[in-house]
């Protein structure tokens, strides 16, 4: 049943995730069709730095707020017990937002719905490397080595975290959060290729 019922949840919150907001936004807002706009990707940076600032920010807020609320409502309704088929779920999310079915996989590249996940199954070192980055984007003006930490840093220190037993961690064994960020990685290189970043 479990088996089943993670299944059915990782596709409907794929295509939940594949839905774009930043071009939802961008077309109520001015007619745009924000995959021909800017760096072409249908993200909020997109949307915030060629179609407006304010509605940039409402994505990024939509985007974060999809995939910590489905986390919040699978772990409070469907998967309380299981805190792996959670995670899978809410992975599902993060690259329905990457590679989009409907787009020919071509989505956004924003680091935010992985942050949300992050938040929801390892919330104070999150809090803690999302500081660590916010600083590095202010005072140095690294946002792509912000991003490889929060990627990297926040399951490594949410392990030692939880290997010391510095905080009652009982959400999930942080070998999946390593597992993920390496996902995430790979998923994040192929996308960075493919808009000719690297």
Known sequence: MLIIKTIIGVIVCYLIGSFSFAQF???RYRKVNIYKSGDHTADASNVY??????????VWITDFLRVYLILWLGNKFFFSNSPVALLLVGFAIIVGHYLPIQNR??????????????LFFA?????????????????????????YLLVIFTPILYYIFQHFKILESNNI???????TSAIMGIINFF??????EI
């Open 49 to 58: 730095r060629n179609i407006s600032k304010p509605v940039g920010i409402v």
């Open 25 to 27: 936004f961008a077309k």
């Open 123 to 147: 919330p104070l070192p999150s809090i803690i490397v999302v500081v660590l980055a916010l600083l590095l984007i202010i005072f140095f003006n690294q946002m792509r080595f912000a991003t």
């Open 105 to 118: 996989f071509i989505g956004g590249h924003e680091i935010v719905t992985y942050v949300a996940l992050l």
């Open 173 to 179: 064994d942080a070998k999946y959060l390593m597992l």
């Open 191 to 196: 996308v960075t290729k493919r808009t000719g």
